[in-house]
Antibody
Framework: QVQLVESGGGVVQPGRSLRLSCAASGFTFSTHGMHWVRQAPGKGLEWVAVISYDGSDKFYADSVKGRFTISRDNSKNTLYLQMNSLRAEDTAVYYC???????????WGQGTLVTVSS | QSALTQPASVSGSPGQSIAISCTGTNSDIGAYNYVSWYQQHPGKAPKLMIY???NRPSGVSNRFSGSKSGNTASLTISGLQAEDEADYYC??????????FGGGTKLTVL
């Protein structure tokens, strides 16, 4: 079955960087678009970024544009999120999620918590 | 990239039906039929309940249904059960190729 396992979360100081990873299994990773979605403590879901199946197209939320970079390695079935210039408001659980073969997210990982604090 | 608008909370008694609305714009809900709904229990990852406005994934109860009119989508849950108590989020694909979520609706089963 589909498995998405995020890693790389933790506590980081404002202004520093962090890279999240998402290991995928149970489906053909190289044929699906992939997303990062975050959820601040006690708040709703916020879409962060999407990357096409082959990595050629990437789109970002305005709140992270220019600071975050989504990427993928189809040979390793892994999705990444490079987060630079982190701010307190980036504190959230970050979920990795996959698209159906249409622009709809169908499966989510269990998330990894990122806390930005001095 | 404004969030879609959902009521903060809805409630109903077991066996009743409730509806949750989700209002967007001509650039998201009104532009395509790529509207989806997710259920999230506390501490858990979201689960897809409805996709492409009204389609149910395999394994999702037929008590869940979706619809859309113009820039507003709706999720209806019939025959409410205690396990339906959760947060519900709508989502849509936008004309900028991004995604947008609603603010979430807390469903309480009385």
């Amino acid at each position: 079955q589909v498995q998405l396992v995020e890693s790389g979360g933790g506590v980081v100081q404002p202004g520093r960087s962090l890279r999240l990873s998402c290991a995928a299994s149970g489906f053909t990773f190289s044929t699906h678009g992939m997303h990062w979605v975050r959820q601040a403590p006690g708040k709703g879901l916020e879409w962060v970024a999407v990357i096409s199946y082959d990595g050629s197209d990437k789109f970002y939320a305005d709140s992270v544009k220019g600071r975050f970079t989504i990427s993928r390695d189809n040979s390793k079935n892994t999705l990444y999120l490079q987060m630079n210039s982190l701010r307190a408001e980036d504190t959230a659980v970050y979920y990795c999620a996959k698209d159906l073969h249409i622009p709809i997210v169908d499966y989510w990982g269990q998330g990894t918590l990122v806390t930005v604090s001095s | 990239q404004s969030a879609l608008t959902q009521p903060a909370s809805v409630s109903g008694s077991p066996g009743q039906s409730i509806a949750i609305s989700c209002t967007g714009t001509n650039s998201d809900i009104g532009a395509y039929n790529y509207v989806s709904w997710y259920q999230q229990h506390p501490g858990k990852a979201p689960k897809l309940m409805i996709y492409e406005v009204s389609n149910r994934p395999s394994g999702v109860s037929n008590r869940f249904s979706g619809s859309k009119s113009g820039n507003t989508a709706s999720l209806t849950i019939s025959g409410l059960q205690a396990e339906d108590e959760a947060d519900y989020y709508c989502s849509a694909y936008t004309t900028s190729s991004t995604r947008v979520f609603g603010g979430g609706t807390k469903l309480t089963v009385l």
